[in-house]
Antibody, heavy 122, light 108 residues
Framework: EVQLVESGGGVVRPGGSLRLSCAAS????????MSWVRQAPGKGLEWVSG????????GYADSVKGRFTISRDNAKNSLYLQMNSLRAEDTAFYYC???????????????WGQGNLVTVSS | EIVLTQSPGTLSLSPGERATLSCRAS???????LAWYQQRPGQAPRFLIY???SRATGIPDRFSGSGSGADFTLTISRLDPEDFALYYC?????????FGQGTKVEIK
């Protein structure tokens, strides 16, 4: 059974940093590209960042470019999102999602984690 | 980027009725790379349809997708009580991948 379990969320002050993790199981992790998708409370879905199977290709939404960094450790079956210079508008549930191919983030996502809430507030 | 506009914003129907949800793109979606998701309150999105019309594994056949170019439709042939939820379309033809704003299917 495919499972994606996010961790690392919480409350952080504006300008602060946080690192999200996603532990994957039930499939061959390095066969798939992965993404982070977020959802502000009561709002719609927004793609944040994606990475190909070996980390050699990454992409970011304009809203987070230069502040967030996506990475993966295939030996640990884990995906990460380092979030710096956080703003109030980054407050959202962050979902880890599996892409349909190995190649990157222009993808649909067939499996999603349960979501992890990040709250940016003073 | 490709902007997706979903309509209507809310659809009020009774169990057993047919639901028709629309997703219109600001430009043609290459290869019909259009997906649909369902989201129930407090849950993660659930993958339903890819390639505009192919059902994901385990999705009931009352869900069907159609369309091409810039106009796409998700049809639920007979609404089951568990189908009352939010639905999002998403394009993956162009970067960045983008979502529509969602259609809520509520019980009338």
């Amino acid at each position: 059974e495919v499972q994606l379990v996010e961790s690392g969320g919480g409350v952080v002050r504006p300008g602060g940093s946080l690192r999200l993790s996603c532990a994957a199981s039930g499939f061959t992790f390095d066969d798939y590209g992965m993404s982070w998708v977020r959802q502000a409370p009561g709002k719609g879905l927004e793609w944040v960042s994606g990475i190909n199977w070996n980390g050699g290709s990454t992409g970011y939404a304009d809203s987070v470019k230069g502040r967030f960094t996506i990475s993966r450790d295939n030996a640990k079956n884990s995906l990460y999102l380092q979030m710096n210079s956080l703003r109030a508008e980054d407050t959202a549930f962050y979902y880890c999602a599996r892409g349909w191919t190995s190649s990157g983030y222009k993808s649909y996502w067939d499996y999603w984690g349960q979501g992890n809430l990040v709250t940016v507030s003073s | 980027e490709i902007v997706l506009t979903q309509s209507p914003g809310t659809l009020s129907l009774s169990p057993g009725e047919r639901a028709t949800l629309s997703c219109r793109a600001s430009q043609s979606v290459s290869y019909n790379y259009l997906a649909w998701y369902q989201q129930r309150p407090g849950q993660a999105p659930r993958f339903l349809i890819y390639g505009a019309s192919s059902r994901a594994t385990g999705i009931p056949d009352r869900f069907s997708g159609s369309g091409s170019g810039a106009d796409f439709t998700l049809t639920i042939s007979r609404l089951d009580p568990e189908d009352f939820a939010l639905y999002y379309c998403q394009q993956y033809a162009d970067s960045p991948p983008t979502f529509g704003q969602g259609t809520k299917v509520e019980i009338k």
